[in-house]
């Protein structure tokens, strides 16, 4: 078998060469040519999904030693258009940037974002979110793209499916990848662009290995190892990992996608991997976070209030030669632009820095000391000022960024929005709320003594300070065996409020569990005590994120702040993305509002809305379902609704034209809902 990649490529466009392999690991040094620059491998690859790394100028991003940038097809394609490309001649030329670009295929967004419509062995094709048109992403569509945009380094479409999947559904992705790889290598022709192909398999050894060799065999210039970070643990993915790049071509660059921490590409490193993606030190970096050579510095502490140090005393970046930490505690603070900035600089630096400190080790052959070295210190948190744990408790923090603790009449404490003022469960204590209006009427308990062979799937939307998260969590502990298994899915862009809630859990007794601290520290838990139960944190802006779930939801608990804190939230488009991701499965959707705007807009995106239970101070809630959800006990909107909301002065969301107005009218007038019973 080895003779099909030891097999010299007909047209090798990158003359990858390895310059030198660690003793005792699979770690090498390489060096290839791009038709913009001259690589030197191990390398990370910032990301500028948009054709910008946030927040970031090209200057400063060559200047930091970035290589290659990564930016995304799915996206540019809706947005600016590949016309744009065309006609500018090029990313390269459009955004300024000199060096090398690699474009993914847009498979990973196509099989993850809710706008998902159909797969065939065509490929796949999605509702465009700019403006809903229908878009058929083939292997050769996606190559057409990529050819469009100019990038130095394309990939194959791929079929990507969660880690967890099943081996029947792993194995039909993998053999369709393979098939969209053989097409997408025709499709290039004879571009001079280079193209990697991306080896799948999920968790299973087996397809792994023929997904591996299977591409192998190909002319490709490149390979990826793709589907892990999506739902694996971190052993998980290192075993996968160092199990798939043995099988790779030994002559070709390896490419983890989208990993990672420092730790984590020090580890893949170590297995073998050359090339590596990833949004972290941006994202952090909006956050307040930065890595150091003394550990992980969240700014927002108060303890960097008064320092005048630098932020990393090894670093030579510009935000370490100029600015003190105290400085950057304030602009983290106050949420300015220049903070999200400087901190992403200093991150992109260190990121480079360690592949270059990696990557001179390996050429000296002193990697395994430098891996030794890293690894005890790269997960550290800042270690000269060390978070005490013992704190009085009179030193408690009441609040924590645009967060407090507020403390109803009735003795029970909850989170409040500082800014908006509004309170998560105001007049009901949060897991009383959590269990009334999410878990008990979304028939939790029965649902998880169904005999199916999945885990049910929660999608909550608004994590806040995890009450409905938990009292699901309390539900499947507390079920009768045998119990179907549970993945919790929770979306939020702001994990103060659970943090400070988590901090003061002698006011939050809900929170003292295992599970709320595994996802504050590392944004996934698996129940120890109950087999099948496991929650999982999405970081960011639901209306970016929706999609990069590769569950789809059963039960959704909408609990985000109303529509005078966060309108996005509930507008008809939100709930439209909302409605595509559920697939035509059968979906409840709980919500605490009974607002007519939130339910037109529910009707407008196609669910049926009935009435929920009333809570604390709301006489009903709202429960949305797609239409294979609604069952005869639902009490929904009827005719009397319908009349209510033709008299109402707030009909429409304030910002529609005319036109859309009465487009609106059609809609909910003619909604299926109100055939059935206002047809008398
Ligand atoms: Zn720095």
């Known amino acids: ?36 620059n001259e690589v030197l491998t191990p390398l990370f690859m910032p990301v500028g999904t948009q054709a910008t790394v946030k927040a970031q100028l090209p200057q400063t991003l060559e200047d930091a030693g970035s290589q290659i940038l990564l930016a995304n097809t799915y996206h540019l394609l809706l947005r600016p258009g590949l016309d744009v490309f065309r006609r500018m001649g090029g990313i390269h030329e459009f955004m300024s940037w000199k060096r090398s670009v690699l474009t993914d295929s847009g498979g990973y967004q196509i099989f993850s974002l809710p706008h998902s419509r159909s797969l065939t062995e065509e490929g796949a094709v ?130 983890l996608m989208g990993v990672g921490t420092p730790l984590d590409i020090l580890e893949a490193v170590h297995r073998g991997v050359d090339m590596f993606d990833c949004i972290i030190p941006t994202q952090v970096a909006q956050r307040g976070g930065v890595f150091t050579s003394r550990g992980y510095l969240q700014l927002r502490r108060g303890v960097y209030k008064f320092s005048d140090e630098k932020l990393d005393p090894a670093c030579s970046c510009p935000t370490c030669r100029r600015y003190s930490r105290a400085y950057l505690h304030h602009l983290t603070k106050t949420r300015e632009t220049l903070g999200w900035q400087l901190l992403g600089k200093h991150n992109i630096h260190f990121y480079h820095q360690l592949m270059r400190d990696i990557r001179a080790s390996i050429l000296s052959d002193t990697f395994l000391a430098l891996y030794r070295e890293k690894r005890a210190t790269l997960h550290e948190d800042d270690l000269d000022n060390p978070v005490l744990v013992q704190k009085p408790k009179k030193a408690k923090r009441q609040a924590l960024g645009n967060y407090e603790i507020h403390t109803a009449w009735e003795g029970f404490s909850s989170i409040r929005h500082i800014h908006s003022g509004e309170i998560m469960h105001s007049r009901t204590p949060p897991m009383e709320e959590a269990r009334r209006l999410y878990v008990e009427q979304s028939r939790l308990a029965e649902r998880l003594r169904e005999q199916e062979a999945g885990p049910l799937v929660i999608w909550d939307v608004g994590l806040g300070a995890g009450a409905n998260a938990m009292a699901a969590v309390a539900c499947h502990e507390s079920g009768e065996k045998p119990v179907r298994g549970l993945h919790i899915v929770s979306f939020e862009n702001d994990l103060d409020s659970l943090r400070l809630a988590f901090r003061n859990n002698d006011q939050f007794r809900y929170l003292r569990h295992s599970a709320p601290s595994a996802i504050l520290k590392e944004g996934a838990w698996r129940s120890k005590t109950h087999p099948g139960l496991a929650w999982t944190l999405v970081p960011g802006d639901f209306s970016e994120t929706a999609g990069t779930s590769p569950f789809a939801p059963d039960i959704i608990f909408y609990d985000m702040f109303s529509g005078k804190t966060n309108a996005g939230a509930w507008t008809p488009g939100a709930f439209r993305r909302l409605f595509a991701a559920c697939r035509g499965r059968s979906v409840g959707l709980f919500t605490y509002t009974c607002s007519t705007a939130a339910r037109v807009a529910l009707l407008a995106a196609g669910f049926h809305v009935a009435r929920g239970r009333g809570t604390g101070d709301k006489t009903e809630t709202t429960i949305a379902l797609t239409p294979e959800a609604v069952r005869a006990d639902h009490e929904l909107l009827a005719a009397d609704w319908l009349e209510k909301w033709k008299r109402s002065s707030a009909r429409f969301p304030a910002d529609l034209s005319a036109a859309e107005q009465s487009a609106w009218e059609e809609v909910i007038l003619g909604h299926p809902q109100f055939q059935h019973h206002g047809g008398g």
Not at 24 to 34: D, E, K, L, P
């Open 1 to 36: 078998m080895r003779g099909i990649w030891q097999k010299a490529p007909l047209t090798s466009r990158l003359q990858f060469q390895i310059e030198a392999r660690a003793t005792g690991c699979g770690a090498r040094a390489a060096v290839f040519r791009t038709l913009h």
């Open 126 to 255: 999605f509702q465009s979110y700019t403006d809903g048109r229908p878009i058929l992403l083939s292997p050769e569509a996606s190559i057409g793209a990529q050819v469009a945009i100019g990038s130095d380094i394309m990939m194959a479409l791929d079929q990507c499916v969660a880690s967890t999947a099943d081996e029947a559904v792993a194995r039909a992705a993998m053999e369709l990848t393979h098939r969209w790889a053989a097409r997408s290598l025709a499709a290039r022709g004879d571009s001079p662009q280079a193209i990697f192909a991306i080896a799948q398999g999920a968790l299973f050894p087996e397809l792994r290995r023929e997904s591996a060799l299977g591409l192998a065999g190909m002319d490709f210039d490149g390979f990826a190892i793709g589907g892990l970070a999506v739902g694996e643990g971190k052993s998980e993915r290192e075993d996968i990992c160092a199990f798939t790049a043995g099988l790779l071509p030994a002559d070709k660059p390896r490419y």
